[in-house]
């Protein structure tokens, strides 16, 4: 029996990566390495004012001093960084009016990616802003935003046109000298969303960015900057993909999010870079430094991440509760496959009083991949009343993946109550064949039961991107049955 | 509807089902009854295509066709039903969810597109009213948190909406109190038409009074050992199992 659910899994395990495709289009390049001229470059080419500039360079600067971290439960040769060329844009002549000056090239590449840039897109109330490479190629409905005064753009634009804002909240939640990634991202990084929630307005569409690496030998370095001020409210969602390409790609992004009192903001991902081959070449080495603080009392920062793709992911997204009654949550479903190796979890930091977190995650490892759960629940001396759950699953599909967990506590204060609950399951020949005697296929009841594992999570996730990743867990996992 | 011939079966080598012969045609309820660890489950499993069975000699005809070469999956989608001793808990799987699954993959198979959700919500709901369920039944998870009452009629809940050829009820009395038994029995009942049949896996009689068999098979030691008619099984009762050990 053991053999043929190897073989099952084999099978199941064996689809593939479906937004593989690689567009033609004039490329605007660095050279390739890193050094200073390279940041002064980058900065030159998005006509940066200086204080911009000397952020890239103090960055820079600092990186030079780090070295990579180690600590995370993952394996992979060196990364050359003076092998990536660190900007890459779709060429253009001039500043876009509309959508029809856009490359049709580009549109095309959305359009297979099921992103619709059209105008049109307003009717299903969502606005996207499409990162190709380096650059914010189009955001749309921001004539509607702008109304309700909410800003949403490009982080180039931004920085041209509310420069006071990104010098106020830029690096103020991640700093660049952070960690070994985040330095790194604050030298070069080369565009990203920018987003402003005004006093009181609830953001009347759901905020979305799409993130697409497109060029080859480049690495893609954006950040993202969401501030939501007293009593704002704003869902905002990202999703990713890449080419197939032998070669690795290093994506390290910075999100960094603001709330200030009464402020809600819900963060949801479904990441889906190219996860490299059935053997293990190439994908997306994914190293991202993901935190929001809720400065004010009473506000919310929720997150959501449905991890399907990227050769290795690295990421914490986290939440430093600041104000007092302020809520973290952290909602993830990781899937590894193959050869992936995801060390991915969260940090939840109280800082004030009555701060509450929850953190439900929930690995799905197949194949030979390796997926660990890293976490921290830290609760300072002041922090009274402080409260966690922590609750971390590991399903496994076969018997040559494995999963891991590491939960980190460290608490201050007798009066904070922190739970962790783990359960490590298997998918049962059972449960297998009880949906096989009811008519299902294999494959479909994988997907069936793993979407049932992964509900509490998936329930969190705006409408839309729900079914999307529903879809995406049941292909991901193709037939592995375990 | 189904023909089974000189059935022979191993578990790691050692042989459980040791030449079995059965005949169940459309229309009819069969009964089959013995003691523990005689090989009335693994009939059940094996009939339902569950690996880790070997067939050693024999054939099962279903509906005109030999079926050993077809999958769990396949043998499903042909119209057998199995109606499992110990369901299976789903979690976070709904019940309409599962059978929403189920019914689109056997039409799917069937080359039929998949169920309208109206037409799929209607029957749910006329279902449910057969078998006097309870109206929050379709929202929970498979099975999960289910007493062992609720889990047999989620069974028969599925054989209601799935609409087999032939449902192979395995101990599905197994574990109930009298009022769970009366509502299992009344749905099997119902649910019988001139076009479909049942198997009735059981251990105890008790059933009987209420699913009134057209033949009773004592299985004894891998082998059919004794058929009849349902006086068959008030006799077993009566002069218990100890009177077919030593009439064998």
């Given at each position: 029996m053991e053999k043929n659910q190897n073989n099952i899994l084999e099978e199941v395990t064996n689809s593939d990566y479906k937004y593989g495709f690689h567009t033609n289009i004039e490329m605007d390049l660095a050279a390739v390495g890193l050094s200073e001229d390279t940041v002064r470059f980058i900065s030159a080419k998005k006509n940066e004012p200086d204080w911009m500039l000397e952020f890239r360079l103090t960055s820079y600067r600092h990186w030079l001093t780090l070295t990579e971290p180690k600590w995370a439960h993952i394996h992979h040769p060196a990364i050359k960084y003076q092998d990536i060329i660190y900007y890459a844009a779709p060429k253009r002549k001039k500043e876009l009016a509309s959508l029809d000056e856009v490359d049709p090239e580009l549109l095309d590449t959305f359009k297979k990616l099921g992103i619709s840039l059209d105008e049109q897109k307003k009717l299903s109330g969502v606005a996207v802003d499409a990162v190709i490479d380096s650059v914010s190629v189009k955001t749309t409905f921001t004539d509607t935003l702008s109304k309700y005064g909410v800003i949403f753009c490009s982080f180039s634009d931004a920085v041209q046109n509310h420069p006071d804002l990104v010098k106020q909240y830029m690096g103020s939640v991640v700093p660049s000298n952070d960690n070994f990634f985040a330095a790194l991202n604050s030298a070069v990084f080369s565009d990203g969303s920018f987003c402003y929630i005004p006093k009181g307005v609830r953001c009347p569409v759901e905020l979305s960015t799409y993130f697409r690496i497109n060029a080859a030998n480049t690495g893609q370095f954006e950040r993202t900057l969401i501030i939501a001020d007293e009593g704002a409210y704003v869902s905002y969602m990202e999703g990713c993909t890449a080419p197939m390409r032998d070669e690795n790609q290093l994506h390290a992004a910075i999100v960094e999010i603001v709330a200030m009192k009464d402020a809600e903001v819900k963060y949801s991902t479904v990441q889906n870079w190219y996860p490299g081959n059935k053997k293990g070449e190439g994908g997306i080495y994914n190293f991202v430094t993901k935190r929001g603080i809720c400065k004010g009392s009473h506000s919310k920062i929720s997150w959501t991440q449905v991890e399907t793709g990227s050769a290795i992911t690295w990421k914490y997204p986290s939440v430093v509760l600041m104000g007092d009654n302020s809520i973290g949550e952290f909602y993830s479903v990781a899937v590894t496959n193959n050869f992936q190796q995801a060390d991915t979890g969260s940090k939840m930091i109280h800082l004030g009083k009555n701060t509450k977190s929850t953190i439900i995650s929930k690995g799905i490892s197949a194949g030979q991949s390796n997926n660990s759960y890293r976490g921290l629940v830290k609760v300072i001396k002041r922090a009274e009343n402080a409260r966690n759950f922590s609750q971390c699953d590991s399903l496994l599909l076969g018997d040559k993946c494995g999963a891991h967990t590491f939960p980190y506590i460290k608490a201050e204060n007798h009066t904070s109550i922190i739970e962790h609950e783990a359960t490590t399951s298997k998918i049962s020949d059972d449960q297998l064949f009880y949906c096989k005697q009811r008519g299902i296929s294999s494959e479909s009841a994988i997907g069936l039961i793993v979407n049932g594992y992964a509900k509490e999570v998936l329930m969190h996730l705006p409408m839309e991107f729900a079914v999307e990743a529903q879809k995406l867990l049941a292909i991901s996992l193709e037939g592995s049955v375990g | 509807m189904l023909s089974i011939r000189n059935l022979k079966v191993s578990i790691k080598g050692k042989e459980i089902l040791k030449g079995i012969n059965l005949d169940v045609n459309a229309g009819e309820v069969h009964a089959i009854m013995g003691p523990n660890g005689t090989g009335k489950s693994t009939l059940a499993y094996v009939i339902a295509g569950r690996e880790g069975y070997e067939v050693t000699e024999g054939e099962i005809i279903f509906k005109g066709r030999n079926i050993l070469d077809l999958s769990a999956e396949e043998r499903a989608c042909e119209g057998l039903f199995l109606g499992f001793q110990y369901p299976v808990e789903i979690p976070g799987v709904s019940i309409t969810n599962f059978l929403r699954t189920a019914i689109n993959e056997q039409r799917k198979y069937k080359g039929l597109d998949p169920v309208p959700a109206v037409e799929f919500l209607a029957k749910m709901e006329e279902k449910k009213q057969l078998l006097e369920l309870q109206e929050k039944l379709a929202s929970?998870?498979?099975?999960?948190?289910?007493s062992g009452g609720e889990k047999k009629k989620n069974e028969i809940f599925q054989m209601a909406m799935l609409e087999p050829s032939l449902a192979i009820l395995d101990e599905t009395d197994s574990g109930l109190d009298i009022d769970a038994l009366r509502i299992v029995a009344t749905g099997v009942n119902k649910l019988r038409r001139p076009d479909n049949a049942t198997i009735v896996i059981t251990h105890y009689q008790r059933l009987l009074e209420y699913i009134i068999p057209d033949v009773v098979h004592v299985l004894f030691d891998g082998r059919i050992v004794k058929s009849g008619g349902k006086e068959l099984a008030l006799l077993l009762e009566e002069k218990g199992y100890e009177w077919i050990r030593s009439e064998s």
């Open positions: - | 929970r998870s498979v099975n999960e948190g289910f």
